[in-house]
């Protein structure tokens, strides 16, 4: 069985490797893995910006086809499409330390190889139609996006919603928001890719390298700004997403791209536009469930920007990083 692996201080830090086939045990399901897609998490595990035990296999999100399962597993049948979780241990509720320390591609296995054994419980089930390609977009970026807008943000129609970029989560939400009746707006650095967020019906787009101020902009163009902000850049844009929001709106903070690890607060705004400041990673498995429920009533699928063979793994991490990708970026096999 082939499997990628991570191995820090080598050159080459992905490893092609022969693994032998595992057989699931008590509670346990076997996984022919088929498609998997980059998130910026995937992206650090894999120049060692996320440390990870060497042997690693990495990569958060799978999509596969059930082969078998073990002794007392009801809820799956060899044959069943079904999809990973970003935190394997967390069913539902609130977050704590057992729930989310267990990381996939991270603190334990992620699914850049044939074949796996999982618990039965850390698997949900992909939407109507999809292809393994198309639901490999989900566990991470779609459902962050699902819960900065209808559990942190807690959207309705009418409401405005702002993304930054056209990364898969900020693209997905583009597409939960609209679907769910909100005015969308967004910001990119390419007149390219502006058209793009037109075409899939953003109201209006700001191109950030243009226009550094554009948080400013975006609070006098929708005349009192924007109800829930989705911000994934962190340091490098937290400050501009703040002079964007409205009055009693929201800022999600969801990703720290570009130089956005550490930044500064403008604290006057915060405190006198009275911002709800939300963190948020990823969701639980009951809520990935709900949103597979959604996608199946919305018809939405996912936009991809380009699907590489697993083993172009080093060429679709490429693609990442040149930032020209719109939209997710996927791997199949």
Known sequence: MKAVEVHSGIPEMLVWTDRPETHPGPGEVSVRWHASSLNFHDYLVAIGGIPVNPGRVPMSDGAGEVIAVGEGVTQWQPGDRVMSLFFP????????????????????????????????????????????????????????????????????????????????????????????????????????????????????????????????????????????????????????????????????????LGNGRKGELTYPKLFFKHLTLHGIAVDHKSAQEDMVRAINQMGIKPVIDSSFPLEDLKKAFARQESGQHFGKIVVEW
């Open 89 to 256: 241990n967390w069913m539902e509720g609130k977050p704590d330390f057992n729930k989310t320390r267990h990381i996939s591609g991270e603190t334990v296995d992620g699914f850049a190889l044939e074949q796996s054994c999982v618990p039965a419980q850390s698997l949900t089930t992909i939407p109507e139609g999809w292809s393994f390609g198309e639901a490999a977009t989900l566990p991470c970026a779609a459902l962050t996006a699902w819960r900065a807008l209808f559990r942190a943000a807690c959207i309705k129609p009418g409401d405005s919603v702002l993304i930054e970029g056209t990364g898969g989560m900020s693209i997905f939400a583009l597409q939960f928001a609209l679907a769910a009746g909100a005015q969308v707006f967004a910001t990119t650095g390419s007149a390219t890719k502006t058209q793009h967020l037109l075409d899939l019906g953003a109201s209006a787009v700001i191109n950030y390298k243009e226009d550094p101020n554009w948080g400013k902009t975006l609070f006098k163009m929708t005349k009192g700004g924007i109800d829930h902000v989705l911000d994934v850049g962190g340091g490098s844009t937290m400050t501009q997403s703040i002079e964007a929001a409205a009055v009693g709106g929201n800022i999600i903070a969801i990703g720290i």
